[in-house]
Structures are given as structure tokens and as C-alpha cells.
């Protein structure tokens, strides 16, 4: 069966580091993924998407991720952090001949000032 | 208003009540979603539906029903709510291939 896994489930920044969050999908084959943020209280909304093409791809508000078949990998990458970014992080996917979005468990980036 | 909605958003309901979670989407999007959120657990997939008529089953689907006889409503029902099914709901709709999933703005339940 499909699976995503994230394997930070909390991370504590403080603001200007850097982030790197981990997201690892199970099958091979075309495949689509994505990042959701939701923000504290909120529903949530897509940061970035890759369908196909170029590897690394760039999202809202300075997020970009890079796809690596090779590893079954979608990390979630941002050079500066800002106290705004708390929220929490998902990776998703599914793959061309399945209906379903599978989410992984989340990350939730604290960041400090 | 364009958009996918859920209705109510916020619900309190007794063990063994039947209760309807709402949503509507007005993109004649071909998929929709039901998940159920948990600390913990992230998102779980409870049901989906690929067109009108056509629904199955996702990761956690045992004590809910689903029907979608419109392409823009997708109501998830309890048939007999328990308190472990206190959570948060989020409805997701999406077009065909290659597009994303948009969400609503959820149904926080409450079981007692």
C-alpha cells in the first residue's frame, strides 16, 4: 500500500535558520506530490506541487522542495525562517493510476524570535 | 461563493446519535475526500469518491457512510457517533489528474 512518512514531528527553529523537513513515499512508478501548510486553527493550503520536470520546485513564500526518485523523497527546504511559518507541514502523494491523496503525519515547525 | 464549504463548523452530538457532516464544492471537481485529523496521526483518509455514484473505502472507514448522488456534495455521516470519533473533518475535492486537492475549512466534532 502507499505510504508517506515525515520523520520530524516537531521541529524548533529560531527565526533566520534554516529548514530542512523530511517527507519519504513508499511506491515507485509516476507519482504526485505535495506540501500543505496549515496554519494554527486553519484548514489546509498548498505550498507546492510536482506533477513532473524539474526536480526542485519552488512554492509560496520562499518554500521550495526537491523531488528525488532515486531516494523516494520530497524534502520541504526554506534558507530563512520567520516567526510566521508556525504551523504545521504536509507531504502528500499519489500516483497516476490512484484516486486517493495520502498524507503523511505532519511536521510541526515552531519557530522562535 | 466559488469554493468548497463545510457545514456545520462546529458540532456536538451523544454517543450514539446519528450526525451528517456537509460539503459542497462548486468546481465540478470529479474527486472528493473525507479525513479525519488526530494528533498524532495526521490526516487519515476515511472515504473518497472518484464521480457520482462512486465511492470507497480509505484507511479508516469503519461506523461512517458516505453518498454522493450530485458531483458537488459529498455528506459523511455517523451512523451511531462514539467518542473516539471526536475530531477534527476536513472535506477535499480535486479535479482530474495532475491538479491538487483543495480543502475546507473543516468540522470540529465533538462526541459526548
Known amino acids: 500500500a502507499q505510504s508517506v512518512s515525515q520523520h520530524n514531528h516537531h521541529v524548533i527553529l529560531s527565526e533566520a535558520a534554516s529548514l530542512e523537513l523530511g517527507c519519504n513515499y513508499s511506491?515507485?512508478?509516476?507519482?504526485?506530490l505535495f506540501w500543505y501548510v496549515q496554519y494554527p486553527g486553519q484548514h489546509l493550503q498548498l505550498l507546492l506541487k510536482?506533477?513532473?520536470?524539474?526536480?526542485l520546485v519552488k512554492g509560496i513564500k520562499g518554500f521550495e522542495a526537491e523531488f528525488i526518485k532515486s531516494k523516494f523523497s520530497f524534502n520541504l527546504r526554506k534558507p530563512s525562517v520567520q516567526w510566521s511559518d508556525t504551523a504545521e507541514y504536509f507531504c502528500?502523494?499519489?500516483?497516476?493510476?490512484?484516486?486517493?491523496?495520502?498524507f503523511g503525519t505532519g511536521t510541526r515547525l515552531q519557530v522562535t524570535l | 461563493d466559488a469554493g468548497i464549504t463545510q457545514s456545520p463548523r462546529y458540532k456536538i452530538t451523544e454517543t450514539g446519535r446519528q450526525v451528517t457532516l456537509m460539503c459542497h464544492q462548486t468546481?465540478?471537481?470529479?474527486?472528493m475526500f473525507w479525513y479525519r485529523q488526530d494528533l498524532g496521526h495526521g490526516l487519515r483518509l476515511i472515504y473518497y469518491?472518484?464521480?457520482?455514484?462512486?465511492?470507497d473505502k480509505g484507511e479508516v472507514p469503519d461506523g461512517y457512510v458516505v453518498s454522493r448522488s450530485k458531483t458537488e456534495n459529498f455528506p459523511l455521516t455517523l451512523e451511531s457517533a462514539t467518542r473516539s470519533q471526536t475530531s477534527v473533518y476536513f472535506c477535499?475535492?480535486?479535479?482530474?489528474?495532475?491538479?491538487?486537492?483543495?480543502f475546507g475549512q473543516g468540522t470540529r466534532l465533538t462526541v459526548v
Open positions: 477535499a475535492s480535486r479535479g482530474q489528474t495532475n491538479t491538487e486537492a483543495f
Open positions: 511506491y515507485g512508478g509516476t507519482v504526485n
Open positions: 510536482y506533477f513532473s520536470g524539474d526536480p
Open positions: 502528500a502523494a499519489y500516483t497516476g493510476t490512484a484516486s486517493k491523496l495520502t
Open positions: 468546481w465540478s471537481h470529479s474527486y
Open positions: 469518491s472518484a464521480a457520482a455514484d462512486i465511492t
